[in-house]
C-alpha cells in the first residue's frame, strides 16, 4: 500500500481525524445566528416588567419585579458569590469522579459483550432509581452533610456517562476496528485514535445532560445540611419568605449554569471540530 492509500485509511479509521484533507472556509456569521439571544432575553425581560411593575398582573409578593430584584441582586452579590465557591468544591470533584468512573467503565462494558450482556439488566434497573429519592439513605449512611451531598451529585452524573458510554462504544462503525486491525493498531493507541474518538459524539452528549443533571442536584442537596451554596441561598430566604431574594438566586443559578455550558460547548466543539455539525 502506497503512502498515499495508507494515509486515507489513517483518516478511515478516525485517526487524523483533527486534520482533514481539505478544510473549506466558510463565512462566519455568528452575530447574525445569535441574534435571537438577546432579542428573546429582551422580550422575556419586559414582558415580566410589564406583568409586574406596571400593571401588577402577578401577585407582587411572589413575583418581585425588576425594581426589586435586580437591586437585592447587586446588593447580594458578594453572598452570592461566596455561595458559587462553596457549591463548586461539591461539584467540581464529584463531576470529575462520575466522569472518570463513567467513561471508563463505559468502555469496558461497551467493548466486552459478556459483560454487557450482564450488567446491562442491572444497569437499566439501577439508573431508573430518582437519584433525589435515595437523599435520606445517603444523609443517614455518610458521616457529613457534605459526603451525602457529593454521593447525591455523582451518582447523577454517573448514569448517564455511563449509559451514553456504552451506546456510544457498541455503535461504532466495524470498519473503524478491522481496519485498525489490519494496520495492526491495539492497546492504547487503539483506544485513544480510534474507540474513543469514534464514541466521543454520543459520550460528550451524555456528559452535557450529566452535567445539567448535576447542577440540579447540586442545589437540591444544598438545601439540607448545608450552611452555605447556592442552593442554601435559596432555601433559606424561601423559609423567611423573601420571595424577591429567591428570585435572585434563581436569576444568579442560571447564569451561572449558561457560563458553565457555554464552557463546556467550547470544549465539545473543539474535540468534535471533524464532524459535520461542529
Given at each position: ?38 432579542a428573546i432575553f429582551i422580550a422575556g ?76 439488566p442491572y444497569i437499566n434497573a439501577l ?152
Open positions: 500500500m502506497g503512502k498515499t492509500g495508507f494515509d486515507e485509511v489513517k483518516i478511515l479509521v478516525g485517526l487524523d481525524v483533527s486534520r482533514p484533507i481539505h478544510k473549506v472556509k466558510k463565512p462566519r456569521r455568528l452575530a447574525s445566528k445569535t441574534i435571537g439571544i438577546p425581560l419586559m414582558s415580566y416588567w410589564l406583568a409586574t411593575d406596571v400593571f401588577a398582573l402577578l401577585d407582587p409578593f411572589l413575583y418581585a419585579g425588576p425594581s426589586k430584584v435586580l437591586p437585592a441582586f447587586v446588593r447580594y452579590f458578594d453572598k452570592l458569590a461566596e455561595g458559587l465557591w462553596s457549591s463548586m468544591k461539591l461539584l467540581v470533584p464529584a463531576y470529575a469522579l462520575a466522569l472518570g468512573l463513567g467513561v471508563t467503565l463505559g468502555v469496558l462494558i461497551g467493548l466486552i459483550k459478556p459483560l454487557r450482556d450482564n450488567l446491562s439508573s431508573a432509581v430518582p437519584v433525589t429519592l435515595l437523599t435520606p439513605f445517603a444523609i443517614h449512611t455518610f458521616a457529613t452533610f457534605s459526603a451525602a451531598s457529593l454521593f447525591i451529585i455523582f451518582l447523577g452524573a454517573f448514569w448517564p456517562i455511563l449509559g451514553t458510554t456504552v451506546a456510544g462504544v457498541v455503535t461504532i462503525d466495524k470498519r473503524y476496528l478491522e481496519n485498525a486491525a489490519t494496520l495492526e493498531i491495539s492497546g492504547p493507541e487503539k483506544m485513544f485514535r480510534i474507540i474513543l474518538p469514534a464514541a466521543a459524539p454520543t459520550i460528550l452528549a451524555g456528559c452535557s445532560i450529566a452535567l445539567k443533571f448535576s447542577f440540579i442536584l447540586l442545589t437540591v442537596s444544598e438545601m439540607f445540611g448545608a450552611t452555605s451554596g447556592m442552593g442554601f441561598f435559596v432555601q433559606y430566604y424561601s423559609d423567611f419568605a423573601r420571595f424577591d431574594l429567591v428570585l435572585v438566586g434563581f436569576i444568579f443559578m442560571a447564569l451561572v449554569l449558561v457560563v458553565i455550558m457555554y464552557l463546556f460547548d467550547l470544549f465539545k466543539n473543539r474535540v468534535l471540530a471533524w464532524t459535520l455539525n461542529s
